[in-house]
């Protein structure tokens, strides 16, 4: 297959899919090692193994080299596999590279309203990933951050990301349900624990004043 996207492959956004990198990304990648002696031949399946050997995410770096994150993502492009695959690989729990990618990959290929739904959880997931700068170097990222960029920015490692409704959109027209942020979710739980504790601590005074009661009647 070389460097064609699959014969049946679906047109995404009215393009094919490995156009929705730019061709200035694409060419580097082409002729990047990583690509030429690793992903040549991949399909899903074996790709996964690659994702779950990946050890950062991140655009290009030094001399504009792309990561291998960035490579994958390209390899996706090609293979277009089902969206319940991709899915998949956004709720695995045990790789956070592999989710990280299938969430890139979602956010490049899904429509407003599934992106928000499959992406939203992952706002969960505060694990730590490790960031390649234009520089070379590395820094810390988490999880949730990442996600985030990915709903709200316009441009994550040097790709340009399509388009997307605002969910308050979505939410006036009643595609998506109002969300409760992990902040709200939170407090409302403290709050609620709070009241039963109080509850609890007046039963517990009032047993209290019963039992004082009881001492002075029967002179206990």
């Known amino acids: 297959m070389a460097n064609r996207t699959v014969s049946d492959a679906r047109n995404i956004h009215g393009t094919n899919p490995q156009y929705l990198l730019e061709k200035i990304i694409r060419s580097r990648i082409y002729e990047s090692l990583y690509w030429k002696e690793d992903c040549f031949g991949l399909t899903v399946v074996s790709l996964i193994d690659k994702a779950d050997q ?10 504009q080299k792309p ?33 990280a990618l299938g969430a890139f990959y979602f956010r490049l290929i899904g429509d407003s309203v599934e992106i928000y739904k499959y992406l939203e959880p992952l706002l969960y997931d505060f694990r730590k990933l490790r960031r390649r700068l234009p520089d070379g170097a590395y820094d810390i990222i ?35 349900e109002p969300r409760v942020s992990f902040l709200e979710d939170e407090l409302e739980q403290e709050a609620l624990a709070a009241k039963e504790k109080e509850k609890s601590s007046t039963r517990s005074r009032s047993y209290s004043s019963v039992r004082k009661g009881l001492y002075r009647i029967y002179n206990i």
């Open 142 to 176: 988490h999880m949730d951050e990442f996600i985030d960029s990915l709903l709200r920015d316009e441009r994550i490692c040097d790709t340009i990301l399509p388009r997307i409704l605002k969910r308050q959109v979505l939410e006036e027209n009643e595609e998506l």
């Open 54 to 63: 990946l050890t950062c995410i991140g655009g290009q770096y030094g001399n």
């Open 67 to 99: 990561t291998e994150f960035l490579c994958l993502t390209l390899k996706l492009l090609q293979l277009q596999p089902e969206k319940e695959i991709i899915i998949d690989f956004i709720r695995n729990e045990d790789s956070k590279y592999l989710r």
